[in-house]
């Protein structure tokens, strides 16, 4: 094979056999990677491992200078290994019971061997298996199955139905990036992969490079691309989205201090020094120096490891821009970036257009008069974790990361081996999981993705190490007003532009309250109003509702009708699964206005609360489950759509009714949403249930 052309999967450890060399295209970001891939030629102890850097801009240049420099000396960067990480715990998890019963405290002593988890505490494992046992903070979990069965009063776990096929199916920890493969229509093999953003952009009959050959888009599938050679066609360059967690601190600092050292010597030295010790060619050398000397004209200072550049300019249409140049990375800007924006929504009540790369942050002030002040941007250290949590929740990234991490969780999994599930259909799930998720702090998904953003993503300490050294002046803070943008914050705008070129002109606060600004009433007179039962099959309808209404084959089936429906009368279950459910302590009787029921353990604390119906003494034990939130009797209509309870909404005490407002609209199965309306002394037909207004009330 004359060439081999790889993206970062060359970091892995594969050997590839006789690799004479390795030409990086754009500097590696960081000295391991930049190590790992140059190290796979000359694979063999009698050989050296020979590389050449290809820059694509001269900011990138100056860290490809750096990284060659420190890749001969070994200064690698420090290995950061994640700390608890909970969806990685819930996958294992749920592989473990799978295979075999084991007991909860074995599970901990089992998985505390592990480096990441050797101080996981046992709340936090509670807390991973109560999402896995079904036992979600929120009733509008309850479409999500349990993975796993708890046994609290035995302490033992094991794996439901299919847990085995669903960590099979979805084993690993690297994150579904909606990828389509793509393969020749003939039956052949695989020729390579493909993004899905780029695949909904094309047509059969298309023509596009892969490799070093051309090819035809004979069909898209759900799934795949099945193509034809074209040899001799001209063909579209495809693209892929790539993504980093950004330059490592100690690379930034290194960056910033060899860009001070060499501006300090004069231009023979400095050549000297990047040629000989930097290993650049002469023009390339030229370039660099050229680049370092026309950025201190336009600032009179270059940004450095020990001064922050804060340059101010009008843009084309007379917009203030604001860049914070630093060589410290994106770990670092990012977090400074995200508490910025806080505080100047909070002091300058606008919401600021922001952007952070590794060379730095920049703002956009549409229509201000003036630039903020510097003090308005610099951050007390104290105050940054509270300022980037509370901001954190609503950006891009954590979204993306929950998404990821609610598959790596088996929350989102593939149903089948072997076929991707649309990237698009996975936002949208972990989208309507996540707006739930996030209103429970408790949630595991919703702890792991701040974690994997605060420590994995983000370099906190280092960004409140920076904030401190700032305000004790031993980094000097330059601002600088310029004409125009300076070679350094050009970089960065570059990508600014990249991020909003593809935005449509909605503008973004907006969007949202557009939708909800509607006078309804008037678009229906607009529109026609035409009634919905006629769009719709009855047969479709009562085939439906024979499904929802069909009898459980296994006793996790029933415990999942159990947690749905409510409770239900002991005779109309199969007996020998309602008592394997009393044996495992997951199903009680509890008696409900003079009758018998079957309920699950999960809802004894709301019975107990709303009703008065005590549970057998034998669940006392796990006290968590008998801990329910205030107002039982509402959230006790948790299930399926309460269109009895919303009835009956009316005839409730004022008092109960303005309380529960938010919980008479949750779902509710109807049976039991009757059984509620009996114990509130809600009107059936003409006879009231409770006399007198104290009991009413009660």
């Known amino acids: 094979i004359p060439c081999l052309v790889a993206t970062s999967s060359l970091e892995l450890g594969i050997d590839m056999g006789a690799v004479d060399l390795v030409v990086q295209v754009e500097s590696p970001k960081s000295v391991a990677r930049g190590l790992q891939r140059v190290g796979r030629a000359g694979h063999r102890l009698d050989e050296p491992s020979k590389g050449r850097v290809f820059p694509k801009f001269r900011a990138d240049l100056l860290e490809s200078a750096v990284v060659v420099r420190r890749m001969k000396d070994g200064l690698i960067e420090e290995t950061r290994i994640p700390r608890n990480p909970l969806d990685v715990l819930a996958q294992q998890v749920v592989a473990m019971c799978a295979q075999e019963e084991i007991a909860v405290d074995e599970l901990h002593e089992v998985v505390r061997r592990a480096w990441p988890f050797r101080d996981l505490e046992r709340r936090q494992l509670e807390n991973v298996l109560d999402m896995l046992a079904g036992r979600y903070p929120s009733e509008e979990f309850a479409e999500l199955r349990p993975r796993i069965t708890w046994d609290r009063t035995a302490g033992l776990l094991r794996g439901r139905e299919g847990a085995a096929r669903l960590a099979v199916t979805n084993a690993g920890t690297i994150p579904d990036r909606g990828l389509f493969g793509v393969y020749l229509v003939d039956g052949g093999g695989r020729v390579g992969e493909l993004d899905e953003e780029m695949v909904y952009e094309a047509r059969a009959g298309q023509t596009f490079l892969l490799g070093a050959s051309t090819w035809r888009i004979e069909e898209i599938t759900r799934d795949r691309v099945l193509v034809s050679p074209a040899p001799g066609i001209p063909g579209l360059v495809p693209f892929w989205k790539g993504e980093g967690v950004g330059r490592p601190y100690e690379l930034g600092e290194a960056i910033g201090r060899a860009a001070r050292e060499l501006v300090a010597l004069d231009d023979e030295r400095a050549r000297t020094r990047l040629t000989g010790e930097h290993d650049l060619d002469e023009r390339a050398a030229e370039n660099l120096l050229t680049f370092l000397r026309e950025q201190e004209q336009a600032t009179g200072v270059l940004p ?3 001064t922050v550049v804060v340059e101010r300019f009008r843009d084309e249409i007379g917009d203030w821009r604001v860049c914070l140049l630093t060589p410290f990375g994106a770990r670092v800007h990012a977090p400074w970036a995200l508490a910025l924006a806080a505080r100047m929504r909070e002091s300058l009540g606008m919401e600021v257009n922001s952007l952070w790369s590794d060379d730095g942050v920049a703002f956009h002030f549409p229509d201000a008069d003036a630039p903020p002040a510097l003090d308005e941007l610099l951050v007390a250290p104290e105050a940054l974790d509270d300022l980037v949590v509370a901001e954190l929740g609503g950006t891009a990234l954590f979204g993306a990361r929950f998404r990821e991490n609610a598959a790596r969780a088996l929350l989102i ?15 949208l799930k972990a989208q309507g999981l996540l707006q739930v998720a996030r209103r429970y702090p408790d949630f595991p998904v919703v702890l792991e993705t701040y974690r994997e953003c605060l420590q994995d993503v983000f370099d906190l300490p280092a960004l409140r190490s920076l904030l401190t050294a700032l ?12 004409p125009g943008a300076s070679p350094f914050a050009s970089s960065l705008l570059f990508d600014y532009v990249a991020t909003y070129m593809y935005e449509d002109d909605t503008p973004l606060a907006e969007r949202r309250a557009q939708a909800l600004a509607l006078d309804r009433d008037l678009l229906k007179e607009l529109l026609g109003q035409e009634e919905l039962r006629d769009l719709i099959d009855p047969a479709a309808l009562d085939e439906v509702e024979a499904q929802l209404r069909g009898e459980a084959a296994t006793a996790d089936q029933l415990h999942d009708l159990l947690l749905r429906r409510g409770d239900l009368d002991p ?11 009393e044996d495992e302590r997951r199903a009680v009787r509890v008696r409900v206005a003079a009758e018998e029921r079957l309920i699950a353990a999960e809802d004894a604390g709301r019975y107990r609360d709303a009703l008065g119906a005590m549970p057998p003494a034998g669940l006392q034990r796990p006290q968590d489950l008998l801990d329910v939130p205030a107002e039982a009797l509402l959230r006790l209509g948790g299930g399926e759509r309460a269109a009895a309870l919303r009835e009956a909404k009316d005839e409730l005490p004022e008092r109960i009714g303005a309380a529960g407002e938010e919980g008479l609209g949750k779902p509710a199965g109807r049976h039991r949403a009757e059984r509620v309306a009996v114990a509130a002394g809600v009107l059936r037909g003409d006879q009231p249930l409770l006399a007198g207004e104290a009991e009413s009330e009660r």
């Open 304 to 306: 450095s490891d020990r």
């Open 413 to 427: 999994p593939r149903r089948r081996p072997g076929q991707r599930t649309p990237l698009w259909q996975q936002r």
């Open 471 to 482: 305000r004790q002046r031993r980094i000097d803070v330059v601002e600088v007003e310029t």
């Open 571 to 581: 005779s109309d279950v199969d007996t020998g699964l309602a008592a394997t459910l």
